[in-house]
T-cell receptor
């Protein structure tokens, strides 16, 4: 069956360090993968999209990698700040190309 | 000021009652979506619409109904057939039907009395 796995345990890091979040998937051949940020009680906000033919994408302090062989995406936040504390969701286009499927998200806590 | 609005922010449902959640967008997007989010869980797709007067079931459509009579509006009705409706409901839209970059509303929290 198709599955998207994100670490359900919260990730706690110190301010200034690099946070690395993982998104693993099985039985998908996604044309692209997306990362969203969600704050408590609010809707997700789009951050980055990376296509299957791209290895890496950057946006300011954010970096996403996409390894279609390992079936894994890594999401990095460099020089993390307490304001980066939120839940981060990865999302994949399903094989039929008609639905975006979300992982369960990983909560990031950046301590000052 | 473009965006997606959802109302109400909180909604209470009595047993056996149908309730309707509103979703409006002024982004001129063709596609709209409804998701359900349970505590500590990811988003699950209820229904989506790629064009006016057309919609498709998502993964968990049972107990829900939608309509898409206008491009900017995509209301969701939670019927009495939905036995566990307590959740956070999120509406989203995207420019086209290829599902890229979805823009989300602020959500409606539905509680059962």
């Amino acid at each position: 069956s198709q599955k998207i796995e994100q670490n359900s345990e919260a990730l706690n890091i110190q301010e200034g360090k690099t946070a690395t979040l993982t998104c693993n998937y099985t039985n998908y051949s996604p044309a692209y993968l997306q990362w969203y940020r969600q704050d408590p009680g609010r809707g997700p906000v789009f951050l980055l999209l990376i296509r299957e033919n791209e290895k890496e994408k950057r946006k300011e302090r954010l970096k996403v990698t996409f390894d279609t062989t390992l079936k894994q995406s890594l999401f990095h936040i460099t020089a993390s700040q307490p304001a980066d504390s939120a839940t981060y969701l990865c999302a994949l286009l399903n094989n039929a190309g008609n639905m975006l499927t979300f992982g369960g998200g990983t909560r990031l806590m950046v301590k000052p | 000021d473009g965006g997606i609005t959802q109302s109400p922010k909180y909604l209470f449902r009595k047993e056996g009652q149908n309730v309707t959640l509103s979703c409006e967008q002024n982004l001129n997007h063709d596609a709209m979506y409804w998701y359900r989010q349970d505590p500590g869980q990811g988003l699950r797709l209820i229904y989506y619409s790629q064009i006016v007067n057309d919609f498709q079931k998502g993964d968990i459509a049972e107990g829900y109904s939608v309509s898409r009579e206008k491009k900017e509006s995509f209301p969701l009705t939670v019927t009495s057939a939905q036995k566990n409706p307590t959740a956070f409901y999120l509406c989203a839209s995207s420019r086209g039907p290829n599902q890229e970059t979805q823009y989300f509303g602020p959500g409606t929290r539905l509680l059962v009395l």
